[in-house]
């Protein structure tokens, strides 16, 4: 069966989670997109995955194909699709101390943390916990950009703990709007209990 992902006109990761999601589903997968990082990201994801992909310019985009179990290499053919990675001794814990991604604009810094955990909602593995503090608190509270792809991790048993300090200092106590109030102590419980800790 082949399925078509028309990805045109979508930021980035959103091309790769849509063609990862059809790859689960499909043998054949023709992904369409209109620019450069797209065509890369999609190109590698697709190799990686041990597919065979060919690359086709239209005149309304560049045509990915990837078909599984067909590429050369004799390694790849035994290697399924998979989206999950190997599971660790303890929980997957991803800590944002900011409301930002990286060091430098922060602008910028907004625009990857929000690519960041949409692509975190939208793709699993998901994380088993997912703390907020400093400024990190920001991120879930009510108006934050990215709350709906909070509450939908939160519904799908991502355990998201806030630190009470923080929301206190910045005056957000009232303003919590996914995940619950957490303290130090089991703050410090659960980075501990880690068996994968993630720092964004």
Not at 5 to 17: E, K, N, T
Not at 32 to 59: L, Y
Not at 106 to 114: E, F, H, W, Y
Not at 117 to 124: F, K, P, R
């Amino acid at each position: 069966m082949e399925t078509t992902v028309d990805a045109r006109g979508l930021a980035c990761p959103q091309p790769v989670i849509n063609a990862k999601k059809a790859l689960e589903k499909s043998e054949t997968v023709v992904v369409i997109v209109d620019n450069r990082a797209a065509v890369e990201n999609v190109t590698r994801m697709a190799e990686a995955a041990g597919c065979d992909v060919q690359r086709e310019v239209k005149g309304d985009g560049t045509y990915i194909t990837m078909r599984k179990g067909t590429a050369t290499d004799e390694s790849l053919h035994a290697a399924p699709v998979s989206c999950t990675m190997e599971p660790a001794a303890g929980p997957t814990v991803a800590v944002f101390s900011g409301s930002t991604m990286g060091r430098g604009d922060d602008g910028l810094g907004a625009v990857l943390v929000r690519s960041l955990l949409h692509t975190i909602a939208e793709a699993e593995p998901f994380p088993d916990v997912m703390v907020f503090f400093n400024s990190g608190v920001k991120l879930a509270v009510k108006g934050s950009e990215v709350l709906d792809d909070l509450k939908s991790l939160e519904s799908r048993g991502v355990r998201i703990l806030v630190c009470g300090t923080c929301l206190n200092y910045l005056n957000l106590e009232d303003s919590l709007g996914a995940g619950h109030i957490s303290n130090m102590y089991e703050i410090k419980e659960t980075l501990f209990a880690a068996g994968r800790l993630v720092q964004i």
